[in-house]
């Protein structure tokens, strides 16, 4: 089932309980309460940037710009962006813009 989906299914109680992101923007629209897994049954959840080598190449300032942004953004602000973009529908290219420049990046 498609991710959206489910997040809408568990908020009008058609489901109990879902798997989804904690980085997703649906999570405070639809007030949602996100369970600590204590047991360690999901692997760590950990955003890194994958590149192929040929950008890098074609824009070398890029590397650079990505190791900026290492550490500079929490969880709960990618899911604040997140929410920007999927449900506010926000430009993803202005979004970006006012994150990193409210973050002087």
Not at 4 to 30: C, F, H, M, P, W
């Amino acid at each position: 089932m498609d991710l959206g989906l489910t997040y809408r299914a568990l908020a009008e109680k058609q489901v109990d309980l879902i798997a989804g992101n904690s980085t997703d923007g649906l999570i405070a629209s639809l007030n949602l309460f996100m369970l600590a897994d204590d047991q360690n049954y999901f692997p760590p959840y950990e955003a890194v940037p994958i590149v192929h080598q040929e950008t890098l190449k074609r824009f070398p300032s890029l590397e650079g710009a990505l190791a900026r942004l290492a550490g500079k953004i929490s969880e709960s602000e990618i899911q604040k962006l997140n929410g920007l973009v999927d449900i506010e529908h926000q430009d993803v290219a202005k979004v970006v813009k006012d994150f990193l420049t409210a973050k002087k990046l």
